[in-house]
């Protein structure tokens, strides 16, 4: 079993930056992947970036694409994502999760986890 601590969210105005943390602990070998997702009021939980250990490149849904960065720093067990040029629509609650669940594709599915952590409050005001 992986634990999973989020840190990082808060209330910031549209155009601003965030950086989001999860920190990692327990079984982290075995892990396939690690991802963040997001949850909007009335909204399914989205993707939003991940690494698979099989691949290598982070890959990121269209929508923060080009704003959003995922990095980890493997000696903290921790993964983070730099959110820039915020907007109202990234207001969401952020889970990061981690997978030890093989997959050949890519982890782009909730249901490709199988550890999450209890997410952190990202608002971002107009």
């Known amino acids: 079993q992986v634990q999973l601590v989020e840190s990082g969210g808060g209330l910031v105005q549209a155009g601003d930056s965030l950086r989001l943390s999860c920190a990692a602990s327990g079984r982290t070998s075995s892990s396939y992947a690690m991802g963040w997702f997001r949850q909007a009021p009335g909204k399914e939980r989205e993707f939003v970036a991940a690494f698979s250990w099989t691949g290598g490149n982070p890959y990121y849904a269209d929508s923060v694409k080009g704003r959003f960065t995922l990095s980890r720093d493997n000696a903290k067990n921790t993964l983070y994502l730099q959110m820039t040029t915020l907007k109202p629509e990234d207001t969401a609650v952020y889970f990061c999760?981690?997978?030890?669940?093989?997959?050949?594709?890519?982890?782009?599915?909730?249901?490709?986890?199988?550890?999450w952590g209890q997410g952190t409050q990202v608002t971002v005001s107009s």
């Open positions: 999760a981690a997978s030890s669940i093989y997959r050949r594709s890519s982890y782009r599915q909730s249901s490709d986890y199988n550890n």
